[in-house]
């Protein structure tokens, strides 16, 4: 018997940017609802696959990273790392930082700052 599927959360947690271009359109939008619905968009985006996800994946081990490298044909590139004992259970527990190709600015996914 499976329980969980042969990935763990700092993957899945990448999942997410997928579609990250829906937020780089709501950057360039004049009108201010047109940047409403893409980020909404982007927001629900990452429920896309949850239909097929039947198992739960592995929780990280504190000081667990993963890579995710897509400058070259996205333009972006995440490293995320554990660093805390329980996984997910508050904010800045599991920190995920984006680095943008055209800006070169980091920035964390979940809304704390990196430098």
């Known amino acids: 018997v499976?329980?969980?599927e042969p990935l763990s959360m700092l993957q899945r947690l990448t999942e997410d940017l997928e579609y990250h271009e829906l937020l780089d359109r709501a950057a360039k939008c004049e009108s201010s609802l047109?940047?409403?619905?893409?980020?909404?968009?982007?927001?629900?985006?990452?429920y896309s696959t949850t239909v097929h996800r039947t198992a739960?994946?592995?929780?990280?081990?504190?000081?667990?990273?993963?890579?995710?490298?897509?400058?070259?044909?996205?333009?972006?590139?995440?490293?995320?790392e554990q660093n805390a004992y329980t996984p997910l259970a508050?904010?800045?527990?599991?920190?995920?930082?984006?680095?943008?190709r055209e800006t070169g600015t980091?920035?964390?996914?979940?809304?704390?700052?990196?430098?």
Request: hydrophobic fraction near 30%; charged fraction near 20%; charge should be negative.
């Open 2 to 4: 499976n329980f969980n």
């Open 34 to 46: 047109e940047q409403l619905c893409y980020v909404a968009a982007f927001s629900v985006s990452s």
């Open 56 to 80: 739960k994946p592995f929780n990280p081990l504190l000081g667990e990273t993963y890579e995710l490298d897509r400058l070259e044909d996205y333009g972006y590139r995440s490293l995320c």
């Open 90 to 100: 508050g904010p800045g527990l599991s920190n995920q930082m984006v680095k943008n």
């Open 106 to 115: 980091a920035y964390s996914k979940c809304g704390w700052s990196c430098t």
